[in-house]
């Protein structure tokens, strides 16, 4: 089997090419916090394939639940919220009583059940056509129908999941209106204002704080124009319309959503956003403070377009650059031409399929083992996964850098600071977190940067121990779909050992190290390069009083004979200064001898425990925290595999 650091050395050695190259110099202390940070990019979102009458079937797939228990296990909250289209196609008509229709919740009750075993949220989008019942929204029974429909959805799942965690869902408006994709619907702009309406009675009639925004809208290189009618028509209207049920004028709204995308340039997504905004302002000044969404923020469109740069570092390195050019360019300015910027999404919660496995935007690589008996499917997280969990680690205050490149460069940075609130009986302590990043977009020149880095500390009175852990992700290491290509010749039916040696890429490459206790500056490597593309997150975490909380949700999702997932929750852990998870397996009951099944450091919260027989993964599992002071925390309760 090939080592990380052999396949590092080999890969480097192959693929390097002369670049010129340059030096950054960064220079910040934590005693200069500007202001409040706050993760505001943890969606991502899919939709179902044709025909959409079907998405139930694909929701609930086996392949899809693997896939949300992924996106779960992003650790400390890394994505909280999954974006979905077509949702009430999961909703059937059973007949009509008194000219009303009954409806058939069971495959969206399934879902909603599926997204909150996850401790995800949901971005409803409220789409669909139950039955195939609805066809226009001229028709006063049917806009009156579409009410009713939102109104039992709403009260159906504060029912079983009550209020507090149905407000944190985003209701959200009809897909992209301006690309017309409405299926077998004939939706009109006044059309399509009266199924706002309903919308946002029906929401309103169960609970007026339940969130509901939109238009969710693309398709037009910019609003005013013929091909923006659907979204200018729907900003007018919740400004100066008339509201289809109550005769007020204006209608609600609690957040704007478009969709911008880059072309293939990161920087690209910001522009057009700011022209957006610039238009609001002029059009329509009473939402100019709104809060703002771009919940399909991708560097490229068309989600299964195969580009080489989507499978390794080229893509994850272009997340996290748009990502802190958002920060340094909008929110952390108290200037911000969009001053309530809320969400920035990823569209990549997909499933790709064969032969492009890693090619498409998605956070993983889905492979379809058909030639098993029987078959079965599995997953390799992408280096874009690992960056979502890499940004993580960030704090919640933003730290001011004086550095020598700007915020628009491929080439940047962002530093944030968290403070305890509370160290006492508690797992969580002072820490600070840099992310560096290179990232050019795709067919550019590309270069590297010599870093220089001044880091002034001054540890908060009665730190014990400081410990910092760089984490890197970059094309010569940390890169499943290299070794995939270089090793193994894209096979489509991996075996277990060459899965091993795919999987050994799926966590970014780390070292860690003692800081010295003291006011200053703090040892960092010399002159150390950053590649393009690159992403390295270095986490500074003080020594907290106690090892790490008690892990929870312990659960399993079988895989196929002798593959497990064991999954479990972080919700409960209050430090993000944890190496690892130890997995531990008994085979003789619940106090018998555990022995530990994950060899390799990760601290995202799934172990994918992949063997050639059931009899190897049968038995009682636990699972605790490690931190970086090598301390374990309280195991889970233990919990019996025997399928």
Same mark, same amino acid.
């Given at each position: ?54 998405? !139930? ?7 899809? +639940? ?7 296990? $992003? ?44 401790? *995800? ?53 009809? /897909? ?23 919308c946002s009675e029906g929401l309103m009639s169960v609970d007026p704080r339940l969130v509901l925004g939109g238009p969710g809208d693309a398709c037009f290189t910019a609003m ?10 729907? *900003? ?19 957040? #704007? ?23 609001? &302002? ?12 771009? /919940?399909? !923020? ?22 996290? +650059? $748009? ?6 360019? *909008? ?11 809320t969400l920035l999404g990823n569209d990549n919660g997909f499933l790709s399929y064969y032969p492009n496995q890693f090619t498409q935007r998605t956070l993983l690589a889905r ?18 996964? %690992?960056? @979502? ?31 305890? +609130? ?9 820490? %600070?977190?840099? #992310? ?14 010599? @870093? ?65 206790? &003291?006011? !200053? ?5 010399? @002159? ?9 997150? @270095? ?10 909380? &008690? ?20 919700? /409960? ?9 130890? $997995?531990? #397996? ?21 172990? *994918? ?35």
């Amino acid at each position: 089997m090939i080592s990380r650091i052999m396949f590092g050395f080999l890969l480097l050695h192959c693929c390097l090419v002369p670049v010129a190259s340059f030096t950054f110099d960064i220079k910040f202390s934590d005693s200069d916090v500007r202001g409040n940070f706050n993760h505001f990019w943890r969606s991502t979102g899919f939709c179902p394939p044709f025909p959409h009458t079907e998405a !139930g079937t694909f929701n609930l797939s086996p392949d899809m +639940k693997q896939n949300l228990a992924y996106i779960s296990a $992003v650790p400390n909250d890394g994505i909280t919220q999954v974006r979905v289209h077509w949702l009430f196609e999961l909703v059937k008509v059973n007949g009509f009583v008194s000219g009303e229709p009954q409806y058939n919740f069971s495959q969206l009750d399934e879902f909603v059940a599926l997204v909150h075993e996850n401790e *995800l949220h949901l971005g409803f989008e409220l789409m669909g056509n139950p039955s195939n019942i609805y066809t226009d929204f001229e028709n006063n029974t049917q806009v009156h129908w579409w009410k009713n429909l939102v109104t039992q959805t709403a009260q159906r799942y504060i029912g079983k999941y009550g209020i507090d965690y149905i407000r944190k869902w985003n209701f959200e408006s009809w /897909n992209e209106p301006d690309c017309h994709d409405f299926d077998n619907l004939t939706m009109t702009v006044q059309g399509f204002l009266n199924y706002y309406d309903a919308c946002s009675e029906g929401l309103m009639s169960v609970d007026p704080r339940l969130v509901l925004g939109g238009p969710g809208d693309a398709c037009f290189t910019a609003m005013g124009t013929p091909r923006s009618k659907f979204a200018d028509a729907f *900003l007018n209207h919740t400004v100066h319309g008339t509201n289809y049920f109550t005769g007020e004028t204006g209608v609600r709204v609690d957040f #704007l959503s478009f969709h911008f995308k880059g072309e293939g340039k990161g920087l690209l997504i910001l522009e057009k956003e700011l022209q957006n905004m610039q238009y609001i &302002k002029t059009t329509f000044p009473a939402l100019a403070d709104k809060p703002y969404v771009n /919940n399909e !923020g991708d560097p490229m469109v068309t989600w299964s377009r195969p580009l080489e740069w989507r499978a390794d570092a080229y893509y994850a390195g272009l997340v996290a +650059k $748009v990502i802190a050019q958002h920060q340094n360019i *909008l929110k952390g300015r108290p200037d911000s031409e969009i001053k309530n910027y809320t969400l920035l999404g990823n569209d990549n919660g997909f499933l790709s399929y064969y032969p492009n496995q890693f090619t498409q935007r998605t956070l993983l690589a889905r492979f379809q083992m058909n030639v098993t008996k029987p078959n079965y499917v599995t997953f390799v997280r992408k280096p874009v996964y %690992m960056v @979502m969990s890499m940004l993580s680690l960030l704090g919640d205050q933003q730290v001011y850098v004086n550095k020598s490149e700007s915020n628009t460069s491929d080439f940047g940075t962002l530093v944030t600071l968290h403070q305890a +609130k509370d160290n006492k009986n508690t797992s969580d302590s002072w820490q %600070m977190a840099l #992310l560096i990043y290179g990232a050019s977009d795709p067919n550019t020149t590309r270069t590297y940067a010599i @870093m220089s880095i001044n880091w002034v500390i001054d540890p908060p009175p009665g730190t014990k121990s400081l410990k910092m852990v760089m984490y890197a992700n970059y094309n010569g290491g940390a890169n499943p779909y290299a070794v995939w290509t270089s090793f193994f010749n894209k096979t489509a039916f991996p075996s277990l050992k060459e899965f091993a040696q795919i999987r050994q890429e799926e966590d970014p490459f780390y070292t860690k190290y003692d800081v010295p206790v &003291k006011a !200053g500056w703090i040892p960092i490597p010399p @002159m150390f390069q950053v590649l393009d593309p690159h992403v390295i997150v @270095m986490h500074l975490c003080a020594e907290p009083e106690i090892p790490p909380e &008690k892990v929870t949700g312990l659960r399993f999702i079988n895989v196929t004979a002798g593959q497990v997932m064991i999954v479990w929750s972080d919700s /409960n852990i209050h430090t993000k200064c944890i190496q690892t998870y130890d $997995v531990e #397996l008994s085979t003789s009951g619940p106090s018998g001898h555990y022995t530990k099944v994950n060899t390799r450091n990760s601290f995202i919260t799934l172990f *994918l425990f992949e063997t050639d027989s059931e009899e190897k993964v049968r038995g009682y599992y636990r699972v605790r925290a490690v931190d970086y002071w090598q301390r374990g925390g309280d195991y889970s309760d233990s919990l019996l595999y025997s399928a």
